[in-house]
């Protein structure tokens, strides 16, 4: 069974410039999460869509930062413009559904200059 | 504000000795579940084990125990036997509807 994939790996920016993170769920996962995970901390929830739908953005920047997940599926989560205490691993999550247990992808390392 | 704490932020542990890492939290919800994970300096989140709010028996899976006690809101995870592989950081997180995370503790197995 294929895991959670995110890409890119790792993305180096200069502050006011834009980045995108890509995360494809495992297969039949109806909840997708996008976490910010600064160095030394605990995952911080930015969103939470269940299906296509937004189920909590209440963390989420929403000045630069914006995430959809169109038909469902796979999710972008964008950063525009980026600022230095955007730096952070982003991490994908996916679940079979509201409560279950979480599936994580590697995560994106954003460093932001 | 439904938090989930973890008061140890660093703990040590001799190769072979059981350890316990703190977990509490706090919900007004009567169904929850409650879950551990870790994360090994590779960056990677590795599911552990989980614990529903009205499971009667405190769950357990290998060498990892989960000292559940609703009353109190604590779930505490125990590892036996520490292995140096067990050097990580280790997060409690509570789920009901969404998904919350604690800060971590950061566990070093000392050989």
């Known amino acids: 069974e294929a895991g959670v994939a995110q890409s890119p790996r790792y993305k180096i920016i200069e502050k006011r410039q834009s980045v995108a993170f890509w995360c494809n769920p495992i297969?039949?996962?109806?909840?997708l999460y996008w976490y910010q995970q600064i160095l030394g901390q605990g995952p911080k929830l930015l969103i939470q869509?269940?299906?296509?739908?937004?189920?909590?953005d209440s963390q989420l920047p929403k000045d630069r930062f914006s995430a959809e997940r169109l038909k469902g599926v796979d999710s972008t989560l964008k950063i525009q413009p980026a600022k230095l205490e955007d730096s952070a691993v982003y991490l994908c999550a996916s679940s079979f559904g509201i409560s279950e247990k979480l599936f994580f992808g590697s995560g994106t390392q954003l460093s932001v200059l | 504000a439904q938090k989930i704490t973890q008061t140890q932020p660093g703990m040590f542990v001799q190769e072979k000795e059981a350890v316990t890492l703190d977990c509490t939290y706090d919900t007004s919800d009567q169904s929850y579940g409650l879950f551990w994970y870790k994360q090994p300096s590779s960056g990677e989140m590795i599911f552990l084990i989980y614990?529903?709010?009205?499971?009667?028996q405190n769950a357990t899976e290998g060498r990892y125990s989960l000292n559940f006690q609703k009353a109190r809101k604590s779930a505490n995870l125990v590892i036996s036997a520490s292995q140096l592989g067990d050097s990580a950081m280790y997060f409690c997180?509570?789920?009901?509807?969404?998904?919350?995370f604690g800060s971590g503790t950061k566990l070093n197995v000392k050989p």
């Open positions: 297969s039949g996962h109806a909840t």
């Open positions: 997180a509570r789920n009901f509807n969404k998904f919350y």
């Open positions: 869509f269940q299906n296509n739908g937004v189920v909590d």
């Open positions: 614990q529903g709010s009205y499971d009667e």
